[in-house]
Every structure is written in C-alpha cells, then in structure tokens.
C-alpha cells in the first residue's frame, strides 16, 4: 500500500490543533497535529526556524533518525517498511526520551500492523528521490531491503555525529540488539508494552499468540 492511499485512510477531514513545545533551553516553536489521525505538519516559518535551530542544536528530524539508524547499522539492510517503522517508533519513545534528545515529533498513530506515521514513508521516499537511501526486493513487503547509498553514508555519518558520543556508541548497541529480532519479535515488544496502538491492529492477537506458545 502506497503512503498515499494510508493518508487517505488515516483522516478524510483532518481537525488541527496547535501544539505549544518549549525545549530546555527555552526555545519554543509550534506545529499542528490533527485530532483524528495525529498527523503533524509545520508552518513554513516554525520549519524554517526549526532548521536554523538545528544547525548549531541538538535537535534529531525524522529523517536525521532514518540516516544514522541505517549508518550504524554497517551495511546490513533493514528488511521492510514495517521494520523500520517498529524500529524507529522504539527509537523516538524509548532511546531518545532516556538519552535526552529533541527530536520531531513523528505523528504516531494506531494502524494494521500497530504504531504508524506517514512521516517516515514520506521522508524515506524523499531520501531515496535525491539518492541517499536505496532499496530492493517487493515493494512494501518484508522482502524489501533499505540500505543507504554512497551519497547516503556521508549524510548518514553526519546526522550520527549529531549525537554525542555515549549517544552514539548506545544507538549502535541498540541497532546490534534490534537485529537479532526477527520482524515478529519487534512487533510482538512494541505491542505488549504499547497496547494503545493495537486497536486497529491486523495481527494483534496472533501476535501475542505466538509470544504466549
């Protein structure tokens, strides 16, 4: 399924609210989220701002995360679309918040196969339009395999020296870790501790099924 047709599943009239953030150094911008599919966009002027904070801040953009999740991962490729969108939920909800890094807001939102955001398919498909991320195998399968390009790993090497140190030597034990579960196993974690974004999960029960056996 093309992200496409999930946004038109996700809300047919989106209801945006305004959301207030203060980071602790007191920098403050805004975004929109919608209420019924928790999609996020900025205003070109709170992105603008954003980027310009970046530059001298630590601050991590989805597609920051996507480049330095693929980097340390040493030339192994990420097997699917569902992985990747598993291994960066648990990124942006677990690794960031007990690291301490500011990080966009993706928009997570309940789906077929648990937590979802257009986000990601969105900048994925940008990074592989200007030639950083490739991809081969089915498309939206799990026999898809993305892996960044030459052009890719130095914007890779850059958004991972983002992180500090420490930073960066735990998110290549957390990619070494994560890489020893199959796709199962990640959804099977990612469901038992996030039950809130199983509602409208496909494979929820067999999922935990199988964790049970």
Not at 45 to 55: C, D, I, T
Not at 169 to 183: E, G, M, N
């Amino acid at each position: 399924m093309t992200s496409a047709k999930k946004k038109k599943e996700a809300c047919p009239c989106h209801e945006w609210t305004k959301e207030e953030r203060e980071l602790p150094d007191g920098f403050r911008y805004h975004y929109l989220q919608c209420n019924g599919c928790y999609r996020v966009e900025y205003p070109l002027a709170q992105a603008q701002r954003l980027m310009e904070y970046a530059k001298t801040h630590q601050f991590m953009f989805v597609s920051d995360w996507i480049l330095a999740w693929m980097y340390v991962g040493d030339g192994v490729p990420i097997s699917g679309i569902t992985a990747l969108q598993k291994q960066l939920f648990i990124i942006l909800n677990e690794f960031a918040v007990e690291n301490n890094i500011v990080s966009e807001n993706p928009g997570f939102r309940a789906y077929k196969f648990g937590p979802y955001t257009e986000t990601i398919d969105s900048q994925l498909e940008a990074l592989a339009v200007i030639g950083l991320v490739h991809s081969e195998g089915r498309l939206n399968t799990s026999a898809e395999r993305f892996c960044l390009t030459e052009n890719g790993m130095v914007s890779g090497k850059k958004a991972f020296e983002k992180l500090t140190p420490e930073q960066r030597d735990k998110l290549r034990d957390l990619r070494h870790d994560l890489q020893q579960f199959t796709v199962q196993g990640i959804m099977t974690y990612v469901y038992s501790h996030y039950p809130k974004y199983t509602e409208k999960s496909a494979v929820f029960e067999r999922t935990l099924h199988r964790r049970r056996c």
